[in-house]
């Protein structure tokens, strides 16, 4: 698991992207969007892995949600981690539900340790795609799946200028990648039954109605917690990010992926 991020997940950014995606979230679509990500998958009494679990919340929505044996959150940051861990303490939700801060490289587990890998939005910092196919193939138990979500480009590139600002303002280390190239990532690596759902189409009103919020409704609030300053480069990220969503250049999509089995 390699990241590429340049920008911290900090209190002031953790506190923003909580304040318009929900407690516990980083990225869109709360509750609704991590059922329709697993809708069909059996949960119950798996080992899920969850691949960039940012402070938790995600994790503590499946484990209460789908009564999984254990999750095992992973972040390469260490800030979120103890969020996380917090997060499960508070919740009482004991071994069930754990975290772990983990160095950029493969994951450090052994092969087969998961009947389920997860991932929400994280695998953008990730830039060497066929490597981190390869190894969530690794850790997977032979039959298991692999369910996520993640923010993709529509082409490999060269990407527009308004693309290019966007990532540059983003300043999260961004290693974009086109729905084609995961999905060929994950047939190289072994996978089979590959659906790809492209994303695009819902994202847009809403991101139409993040902006405003934090421009309206959110904004004295955000500037009391974050500073003016901060709220107000979140905003041009924000137009940044609409720009390219309503052109079609930022196209989140859903995987789905199964290794065979025995």
């Known amino acids: 698991m390699t990241s590429e991020q340049s920008q911290e997940y900090d209190d002031a950014m953790v506190s923003l992207l909580e304040q318009v995606w929900g ?147 983003e300043d999260l280390g961004f290693g974009m990648g086109s729905p084609a190239r995961y999905r060929k990532a994950m047939a190289e690596a072994g996978f089979n039954d590959i659906q790809m759902t492209d994303r695009n189409a819902w994202y847009k009103p809403l991101v139409s109605k993040e902006c405003e919020a934090l421009s309206g409704p959110l904004y004295e609030r955000l500037v009391k917690t974050v500073g003016q300053e901060f709220v107000d480069h979140s905003i041009d990220v924000w137009h940044a990010l609409k720009v390219v969503v309503d052109r079609g250049e930022l196209r989140p999509n859903h995987m789905r992926a199964r290794k065979p089995a025995l």
Request: with cysteine; hydrophobic share 40%.
């Open 23 to 169: 407690d516990g979230f980083l990225s869109p679509g709360g509750p609704d969007e991590i059922r329709m990500i697993v809708d069909g998958i059996e949960l119950s009494g798996k080992t899920v892995l969850d691949i960039g679990c940012g402070t938790g919340g995600i994790g503590q929505f499946l484990a209460e949600s789908f009564n999984p044996e254990q999750i095992v959150g992973v972040d390469v940051d260490p800030g979120l981690i103890e969020r996380a861990s917090n997060r499960a303490k508070q919740m009482d939700l004991g071994e069930r539900l754990r975290f772990e801060c983990v160095v950029p490289g493969p994951l450090p587990f052994e092969e087969g340790s998961f009947d389920v890998v997860f991932s929400k939005d994280a695998m953008i910092h990730i830039g060497d795609k066929e490597a981190l196919f390869e190894d969530i193939f690794r850790v997977l138990a032979p039959g298991g799946v692999l369910a996520a979500c993640d923010w993709m480009s529509s082409t490999e590139g060269p990407f527009s200028a308004e693309l290019e600002k966007y990532i540059e303002l």
